[in-house]
């Protein structure tokens, strides 16, 4: 499932790419594949990344209420049709400002269960994060409580579609889907991920304003006091700020969005990674 955010559309490739290679070999599936590829069509329509005219976050009134409002019956029904599937995969797909490397992200307290899955599913890093850091009222969380496995999935940048990511995560999906005996057609290799335990996370903040141009590719392995990139001052013609990585590691987020202010985030390394 995807597009509980609106302006996120990796996702809809993702879709498209596993319904076309599911088809191709109608004969090898040994399950049920339910795709819902826009939780949030107003949003998708709207160019809008919450619920447009409500100024809400989708993913922040789970798991619904089904006396409640509108969209809290809508979420409500929504989770019940999805509770019970062997797997579910939510994908986002960051927003307009951050690329992200492929990733899981997994709340501590499911990593047992999901870790194994997350592993199979062919992105380049698991972060799973402290229990006291987990939104409670994500579509996620909600599955994962009531049984239902859930991997939550960022990756790429959005208003975008990253053809590559979309093409790994869908060899992930059939990997995952054979792994689970529901799949008997063609899967690729899949990469192992870095899991996030015992790694530091280093963010990356700007200290002025200004417009971001990176320097490095996400993805890249980065030593300590590498240029990362340069924050311009377009009316000077001065580098307001060279900005150079705190600590050795993987770039796995990165600015795209240019403009920005005293304390945006800039990128993300992971730390700790032996070569
Ligand atoms: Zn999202």
Not at 28 to 34: C, E, F, H, N
Not at 120 to 130: G, S
Request: charged share 20%.
């Amino acid at each position: 499932m995807t597009g509980t955010h609106g302006d996120e559309l990796e996702g809809q490739f993702v879709c498209y790419e596993l319904l076309r290679r599911l088809k191709a070999e109608p004969g090898q599936l040994r399950g049920i594949v339910d795709v819902y590829p826009a939780l949030n069509p107003l949003g998708i329509d709207s160019i809008t990344r919450g619920i447009p005219m409500f100024d809400l976050d989708m993913n922040r009134i789970f798991p619904g209420n089904e006396k409640g409002a509108m969209m809290e019956s809508l979420v409500y029904h929504l989770t019940e049709d999805l509770k019970g599937a062997d797997l579910c995969v939510d994908i986002h797909a960051s927003n307009i400002f951050l690329m992200e490397l492929p990733q899981v992200r997994i709340n501590e307290m499911t990593a047992e269960t999901l870790v194994p899955l997350a592993e199979k599913i062919n992105v380049d890093l698991v972060w799973i994060h402290a229990n006291s850091t987990v939104l409670e009222s994500t579509l996620a969380y909600s599955l994962n409580q009531a049984g239902t496995p859930t991997l939550v999935v960022e990756m790429g940048v959005g208003m975008r579609i990253t053809r590559e990511y979309g093409y790994r995560l869908v060899d992930g999906i059939l990997n995952v889907m054979r792994e689970l005996g529901l799949w008997e057609g063609g899967t690729a290799a899949v990469r192992e991920p870095v899991i996030s335990t015992d790694r530091a996370v280093s963010y990356l903040n700007a200290d002025k304003a200004g417009i971001y141009v990176p320097q490095v590719q996400i993805g890249e392995q980065v030593k300590e006091g590498t240029l990362l990139g340069e924050i311009l001052n377009p009316l000077t013609g001065d580098v307001e700020q060279a900005v150079t990585a705190p600590a050795e590691g993987l770039l796995f987020t990165r600015r795209e969005y240019p403009v920005v202010y005293s304390g945006s985030l800039l990128g993300r390394i992971l730390g700790g990674i032996e070569k």
